[in-house]
C-alpha cells in the first residue's frame, strides 16, 4: 500500500503492514498514536533525514524511531518498500521490560541500524515470523510478537559498545524544529494556524518559516496541512467515521469544508479516497 500505516488509538495491538510510504513523500513521518515505529527495508532503497542527519536507506537496513524521532523521506526508489511494526506505549512497555538499558541510549543515537551481511537471512526469517504471528495466530499471537520483539532487539545490544552511546549536540534551531514538530504531531488535528505553534514556541512566524524551511524544506503551514491531510488520509483508510464525524474529530466547521479541505489538497473527494484505499488497506 501507499498510505503510512497508522495507530489510530492509544490502546490499539501492535500493527504489522507493508508499504511503499509514498503518501508520505517529502514529509516527516507521522505513524498516529504509535509510541515506537519499526521499520525494515524489503526492496528497493530510499534517503531519509533523520533527526537532521542524511540517511541512505537500502534492502535489509533498520529504522527504530520512538515518538519523538524527526523522520523525512526526502526520495525513494520506484521499487521501495518497508516492513513497519507499530507498538503503541503499553505494548513498547511490556517489550522493552527485560531489556538493557544501554540499548534505549544507543537506539536513541542511531536509529538508523545497519545489519551484518550474515545476518540478512536471519532477518529475513523473522520478518516472515512476525508477519506469520500477526496474521495467522490469534489465540498466542500477543505472546508471540512479544517474544520475536525481544528476540530483535536484544540481537541488536549484542552489538552495542560504550563509545556508541555518546550524546550527539543538536543547535538552538535544531532544537526549536524538533520541537516543532512534536507540536505538530500533537496539536495539528485541532489546530492548523502557523501562529499558534510560534507562540508555544516563544518565537515569530517569520523565524519559524525560516526554521521550516531550512530543516524540513517545505513552510510550516505546508507541514500542518501535509499532516491533518495524512491523518485524514489514515482515518478514511482504516476508521469507520462518518464524513461529518471526522470533521468533528479534526475541528473543521463542517463536514463541507473539510471535502473542500481535503479535494484541494489531494485532488480528490474523500469517498474516492476512502473507496480507494479500503482496496488495497489490509485488514486489521
Not at 11 to 26: H, M, N, Q, V
Not at 141 to 152: H, I, P, V
Not at 186 to 201: D, G, I, M, P
Not at 219 to 233: A, F, H, N, T, Y
Request: net charge positive.
Amino acid at each position: 500500500m501507499r498510505v503510512v500505516p497508522q495507530l489510530l488509538n492509544q490502546d490499539d495491538s501492535i500493527r504489522i503492514a507493508r508499504s511503499t510510504l509514498a503518501d508520505g513523500l517529502g514529509l516527516p513521518l507521522g505513524f498516529g498514536h504509535a509510541y515506537i515505529a519499526l521499520l525494515v527495508c524489503v526492496e528497493g532503497c530510499a534517503r531519509f533525514t533523520i533527526n537532521f542527519k542524511e540517511r541512505a536507506v537500502r534492502r535489509h537496513h533498520v529504522l527504530v524511531l520512538a515518538e519523538d524521532t524527526i523522520a523525512l523521506l526526502r526520495r525513494r526508489s520506484r521499487r521501495f518498500a518497508a516492513f513497519v511494526c507499530l507498538m503503541p506505549k503499553s505494548r513498547a512497555a511490556e517489550v522493552a521490560y527485560p531489556l538493557p538499558n544501554s540499548l534505549f541510549v544507543f537506539l536513541h543515537q542511531h536509529p538508523h541500524c545497519i545489519p551484518a551481511l550474515a545476518d540478512a537471512a536471519l532477518l529475513s526469517g523473522w520478518l516472515a515470523q512476525m508477519e506469520d504471528a500477526a496474521g495467522h495466530c490469534p489465540q498466542h499471537g500477543r505472546t508471540m510478537l512479544r517474544n520475536l520483539l525481544q528476540n530483535f532487539f536484544l540481537k541488536v545490544a549484542e552489538r552495542v559498545s560504550a563509545e556508541d552511546c555518546a550524546e550527539p549536540e543538536f543547535s538552538r534551531g535544531e532544537m526549536l524544529s524538533w520541537r516543532f514538530w512534536e507540536l505538530v504531531g500533537r496539536h495539528s488535528t485541532q489546530r492548523r494556524e502557523v501562529s499558534f505553534y510560534a507562540e508555544a514556541l516563544s518565537i515569530t512566524p517569520f523565524y519559524l518559516s525560516q526554521l521550516s524551511r531550512k530543516f524540513f524544506n517545505d513552510s510550516p503551514k505546508g507541514l500542518i496541512d501535509r499532516q491533518v491531510v495524512q491523518e485524514i488520509k489514515s482515518l478514511l483508510t482504516y476508521g469507520d467515521l462518518s464524513i461529518g464525524q471526522l470533521a468533528d474529530k479534526l475541528c473543521f466547521e463542517d463536514a463541507s469544508y473539510l471535502c473542500r479541505y481535503f479535494k484541494r489538497h489531494t485532488g480528490m473527494s474523500l469517498t474516492a479516497y476512502r473507496k480507494a484505499a479500503r482496496g488495497s488497506a489490509p485488514s486489521r
